[in-house]
């Protein structure tokens, strides 16, 4: 690919027309098993749809490129990808520092299911690098970073904890789900591996489940390719398909998305009825400075605090009419949630607990002047 360019990387990356038909799209090839020319005579490597299939080459090339790595793995969910991460790269006694805010499913993962496998793990402020290299033991093999956070919206400077894990002898991996590559590219800041739920802003339409390794060190990712074959859980053709259709209008929608949960945070950040707006790009947020520093503008993904409590949160959330009410995030259209009782329900009671006052909001691409009369409805 001569062209270099995040946008035109997009639409072209991993996508040269159909050489059999000069269909301009990869096809959806919807099919489990390939004829091969004498045995052992494979026509481009295909033998079975879970080792690989065309569709499912054509989205990994494509995100490989887009994050600026050597090899892009497309799995059956975001927990599936991480599954097969950790199962890749840690044994048991193994220990793993992981985000004091991290995705509540990534925290049962490593809490409910890793564990028993006999992988230790402590959590730490990760935004303090100082807190991580406490935390550090002589078996941490991984250092797990998410910035933006997911739901307190936290900072953490990704080429600063590169730093920390390099000295020591751990891999630093971040999940890059809230801010998609077209706002940062953690490999260029020293990552090893980016992990992503391509449910969220890669599919960006609220009509697939998918997840994605991506990483630039090449013995590491045939690693991963054994483990992604030998485990299976890989993503299927059409789901494949929808992410790499998605992925073409990734750098419009999110420009889109951007603008206008600026114009939404700073709305909140005005009224009454908020206590505190949690948002990357207002100056006073904590993160601000990084996130300014290794993102291109500051996500979508709003999280705000109301006057009145638990109680008065779950009622906002119950009372927009455009903004839906539901789990998930980074679809075309609006939603509004509550992390205590909804997304964040399964780390009630851990270190993770999130405040009942809090709301997330996943600001679509609608208008903004309806979504803004909406939330000031829904506050009223
Ligand atoms: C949704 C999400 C995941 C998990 O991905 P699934 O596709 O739901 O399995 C992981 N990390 C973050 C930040 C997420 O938002």
Redesign the pocket.
Known sequence: MSHEHFETLAIHAGQEPDAATGAVVPPIYQVSTYKQDGVGGLRGGYEYSRSANPTRTALEENLAALEGGSRGLAFA????A?DCLLRTVLTPGDHVVIPNDA?G??FRLFAKVAERWGVRWSVADTADADAVRAALTDRTKVIWV?TPT?PLLGITDIARLADVARTAGARLVV?N??ASPYLQQPLALGADVV?H????YMGGHSDV???ALVTSDAALGEELAFHQNAMGAVAGPFDAWLVMRGVKTLAVRMDRHCANATRVAEMLAAHPKVTEVLYPGLPGHAGHEVAAKQMRAFGGMVSFRVAGGEEEAVAVCDRTKLFTLGE??GGVESLIEHPGRMTHASVAGSLLEVPGDLVRLSVGIESVDDLLADLTDALR
């Open positions: 969910s975001g927990l599936a991480e995705y499913g990534t998410e997911n999940d789900t809230f992990v739920s391509t449910t969220k489940v998918g997840g998930s995030l």
